[in-house]
Each structure stands twice: as C-alpha cells, then as structure tokens.
C-alpha cells in the first residue's frame, strides 16, 4: 500500500511539473501605466517553443517566446500611430487555463494581465 501511494504521489508530481501547453485562442485583461484592454491571443506551441497572433488596441503582430514547465514569455512588435512598440509579456500559467503576469510596453508603459483560454 505504501508503495502505491508513493507512486500516485511521483505521477501527480511530475504531471505537474511538466510543461503546460498554451496552444489555442486566449483572451487577456490588461492593465498597465498607459491604459487598459481586452487583447485576443491566438497561441500554437510546440515543445518550449511559442509562436501566434496578437490582435487589440495595439493593432495586430505576430508573435514568439518559449514556455518552460509553468513558466511563459513571448514578445511581439507593432507599429502605433507611427512609433514602434515592443510588448513583452512574463507570466506563470496557472491550471490548465488561465495565466497571470507582468508586461512591459516599451516606451508606453508596463503592468500586470490576466488570462483565460477561450
């Protein structure tokens, strides 16, 4: 019995541990510095690689980070009114479906967001 239970708790342990995936459409509240706003995030991941599509009040760009076990950061570039803006997002993925972090909107701003996948 003892054995069972020690073997349970490792498979729990390391299903945990492993790497989560954000592959799908998610949607983020955003709160910085600068304003506030509901971004759509189109995700695809592939091991720690992260690819997708940013589209809100910024205008719409592609994107790439890397995710490592619940740890997720991706950057992506847009043009406002002219100006270049980088946007990089850190965060820590929470469950299966949410995800909550810090973003630096350079040159605007920076803040906090959370996340739901859709």
């Known amino acids: ?7 349970i708790l490792c498979a729990v342990t390391l299903s945990y541990a492993q ?3 954000m592959t799908g459409k998610w949607v983020f509240q955003v709160e910085t510095t600068a304003g506030g706003g509901t971004p759509t995030f189109t995700f695809k991941q592939e ?4 690819t997708g599509h940013y589209s809100g009040q910024l205008g719409e760009a592609d ?3 890397t995710v490592k076990g619940r740890q997720m950061d991706f950057k992506f570039v847009t043009e406002v009114q002219g100006f270049r803006v980088e946007a ?5 993925i929470e ?7 810090t973003v630096v909107l350079a040159g605007l ?3 906090t967001f959370t996340g739901k996948r859709q």
């Open 63 to 65: 994107l790439a980070g």
């Open 1 to 7: 019995m003892k054995h069972l239970l020690v073997t």
């Open 19 to 21: 790497t989560a995936d």
């Open 88 to 92: 990089i997002y850190s965060g820590r």
């Open 47 to 50: 091991g720690d690689k992260l």
């Open 109 to 111: 701003g920076e803040g």
């Open 95 to 101: 469950g299966t479906d949410s995800v909550k972090g």
